[in-house]
């Protein structure tokens, strides 16, 4: 086991973890990188070494902004898993059982690529060179590495780059032929009348027909279905035509017939067992049933008598009687599918009635050219009034009347379906608003929802109706709260709050509340503890708060330590020879969070040590100034390479977000603000901040400001030295301080 390297460990071992979703689906060996092989002879000291070297890595890079998760789960998981490794035996028996996990999970792995493997010697009777390299590609895709598929695609046969395919007909799965027939006998009972005995019945095309009429027939019977209203007929339509898709035009068609033809053996077979027994022999008209019933399988003539000569010979008898003339007069026309009429299977679909076929209604054509657009007006209405299913059921029967799909039907129908897809996706965000409890949102929903499509059915059927009266009362209970709160002493103000916030958790009222209504932490007390720096604090008086602890750099810049219940925390992430730096706390409630209390740590209490007095209203570009208690202005003295760059200009808010002008050479600016006075300086403590690049300002067009109002901002220029340390300018962009009234106007 070598020396730990953080960058190695960074790319080989957190990367990969990171990758495959986290802790759960690693092990303590990979976790601490220590090798598998050497677990049974390293010593105790070694192990407990390398432990507490990755652990130290952990604390140091806790604010990583791609590993940040995981490595919080490794630190909360840490004394389980280092536990399970200091001990040598513990470790020997560890090592066993992580040997044949990673085993099972390299097996696991290569999955996908031995179906692929599989697949590839069915189509060509081995593995064709050129196909090889996606092999690889999928495998590495797949986290199994060069030697591993090697090693594992050794036992597949090989055949050379260019050979044909097999052509073996592929069977279509009996599962996939026993949904579309389940399918088929659903839309029969939906519709009323005899349910199709196959695709082809569907589509009112003879079995056996070429993929261009399929095709022909498939577009328009999906054409027809997506004018009618989205219920569970048009459904059932929809994956019926899936399936004639994929198993009658980019499948084989021969395939699904030889799948029906089974189908139709398996049903007959017990059928003839009966004749047999009965009669000892193949009658022809007994022979003439049989193949009428393998047509009303969705059989053509010539299938349905080789799947009856079949049967035969399998039960030893001659076939000669099974042939056209075993059929009887009534049947020759065709089997009970082919009887129907082709404007039945049209009324299964939705398909129109050609030209030459009657209209369901009486009258001329003049007269049904009226009756159509009248309807057609009634469909038109019904949309305008925010009615799309009730229009789409207009527009089928004005599409019935009319026997084809003019002009202004195709448009109408284009315009109810996109209000009715409008519709689906607002019952999505509506619904998204409702589980969150986004009800200031959902209230939006729901009005935008009744003037556009207030009868489209929401997710399992919800109505809008229902869906707004459950909105409104819970509305009006979070009102009820904030009315006590308003009231209430302040100790059950945060509650009472808290609990409106719960029921409408996007509104302003009730967090605004919260927020005056939390009191922060008392004193911070900071000092040096074993190994780490240990930071306290005097509880909130408002109870059940929690706390958030930020250590805050020399440069202004904050880090998360941590979020706690209790009024203390370790801080692991500051090197034992650096200086105690600046903390934060807050104390919060359901993700509100009071104003900090502040301790600035002993460079800050220097840095504010050394300040000048002058008169109010210094002038511009000088250093950031802020009121005092006196009445006189503050300014920190220490000035900064970073002052020498030009100042950002052109402050302006637009749309919420604070935009200027980028001075030369300057790619870094942190934006400070406070509600009640102006800050004294990038870092100032009780001021709130964000730092940003040039590159995430052109991305977001600005900053986004805080909502509160009044609002005083500073924008101070940053630079880096040779070792990339970041340099803050202790000037701020003139004028010093900028004000943003609630008109979001910078004065």
Wanted: glycine share 8%.
């Amino acid at each position: 086991m070598g020396p730990f390297d953080a960058n190695d460990y960074r790319s080989r071992v957190l990367g990969p973890i990171h990758a495959r979703g986290g802790v759960e689906h690693s092990d303590p060996f990979e976790i601490y990188d220590i090798p598998l092989a050497e677990a049974a002879t390293l010593d105790d000291a070694a192990v407990a070494a390398r432990i507490d070297a990755v652990w130290a890595f952990w604390q140091r890079s806790r604010d990583h902004p791609r590993y940040r998760g995981v490595i919080d789960a490794l630190l909360r998981q840490h004394a389980e898993l280092a536990a399970a490794l200091r001990g040598r035996q513990a470790r020997a028996e560890l090592a066993a059982l992580v040997a044949q996990a990673r085993a099972e999970r390299d097996s696991e792995r290569f999955t996908t690529v031995a179906s692929a493997a599989d697949r590839l010697v069915e189509r060509f009777g081995g593995l064709p060179e050129d196909k090889i390299p996606g092999l690889r590609l999928i495998a590495a895709s797949a986290g199994v590495d060069a030697g591993e598929f090697e090693r594992r695609i050794a036992g597949y046969p090989r055949v050379p780059a260019g050979t044909p395919e097999r052509t073996t007909r592929r069977p279509v799965p009996r599962q996939v032929l026993r949904q579309v027939r389940a399918d088929l006998d659903e839309l029969g009972r939906i519709v009323g009348e005899d349910a199709p005995r196959s695709l082809f019945d569907l589509l009112g095309v003879p079995p056996g027909s070429d993929r261009a009429t399929i095709r022909a027939a498939h577009d328009d019977a999906a054409t027809r279905n997506r004018a009618r209203r989205p219920d569970r007929r048009r459904a059932l339509i929809d994956d019926l035509l899936a399936a004639v898709a994929t198993l009658l035009i980019d499948g084989d068609p021969e395939a699904y017939l030889d799948g029906l033809a089974a189908a139709a053996a398996e049903l007959l077979r017990p059928r003839l067992a009966a004749v047999l027994l009965v009669e000892d022999r193949l009658l022809p008209a007994d022979a003439a049933a049989l193949v009428t019933a393998a047509r009303g399988e969705g059989l053509d003539r010539a299938r349905a008598e080789a799947v009856v000569r079949a049967l035969a010979r399998e039960a030893g008898l001659d076939d000669a009687v099974v042939g056209p003339s075993c059929e009887p007069e009534h049947a020759a026309a065709g089997s009970p599918t082919d009887r129907r009429t082709e404007p039945t299977a049209r009324r299964r679909t939705g398909t129109p009635r050609t030209a030459a076929e009657p209209a369901d209604q009486p009258g001329d054509p003049g007269s049904r050219d009226h009756e159509w657009r009248e309807v057609l007006g009634q469909a038109r209405v019904l949309l305008e009034a925010g009615a799309p299913i009730a229009a789409s059921d207009r527009l089928a029967h004005a599409l019935e009347i009319a026997g084809t799909a003019t002009p202004p039907i195709r448009r109408l129908g284009d315009t109810i379906e996109a209000s009715i897809r409008r519709g689906q996706e607002c019952w999505v965000r509506l619904a998204q608003a409702v589980a969150a409890h986004r009800l200031e949102q959902a209230r939006q929903l729901a009005d935008e929802l009744g003037r556009i499509a207030r009868d489209v059915p929401g997710p399992d059927g919800a109505e809008l109706a229902a869906v707004a009266v459950e909105i409104e009362e819970r509305y009006q209970r979070a009102g009820e709260l904030l009315a006590a709160a308003a009231q209430a002493a302040p100790a059950d103000r945060a509650a009472l709050a808290l609990a409106a916030l719960e029921l409408v958790a996007d509104s302003g009222q009730a967090r605004a509340m919260l927020v005056e209504s939390l009191l922060p932490p008392g004193a911070l007390a900071v000092r040096r503890a074993a190994g780490a720096v240990e930071v306290s604090w005097d509880a909130s008086p408002t109870p059940g708060v929690r706390y958030r602890v930020l250590r805050i750099g020399a440069d202004g810049s904050s880090r998360a330590v941590g979020v706690t219940a209790t009024t203390r925390i370790d801080d692991g992430g500051v090197p034992a020879a650096a200086a105690i730096p600046g903390y934060e706390v807050r104390a919060g409630i359901g993700g509100v969070w009071s104003q900090p209390a502040v301790w600035s740590g002993p460079a800050a209490e220097e840095l504010a040590a050394e300040t000048i007095t002058e008169p109010a209203g210094g002038a511009a570009g000088q250093p950031a100034e802020a009121a005092d208690p006196d009445g006189e202005r503050t300014r920190l003295l220490t000035r900064t390479p970073a002052d020498d760059l030009a100042p950002a200009r052109d402050l302006t808010v637009v749309a919420g977000k604070l935009q200027w002008t980028w001075p030369d050479g300057c790619t870094e600016m942190i934006v400070t603000w406070r509600p009640d006075a102006p800050p004294i300086a990038a870092n100032d403590p009780v001021a709130g901040f964000r730092k940003v690049t040039n590159t995430r300002y052109e991305l977001d067009n600005g900053l986004a400001l805080p909502s509160a109002r009044p609002l005083h901002v500073a924008i101070f220029a940053c630079l880096r030295d040779r070792v990339g340390t970041l340099i803050v300018a202790s000037i701020a962009a003139p004028p010093a301080r900028r004000l943003l009234v609630p008109r979001d106007r910078l004065g």
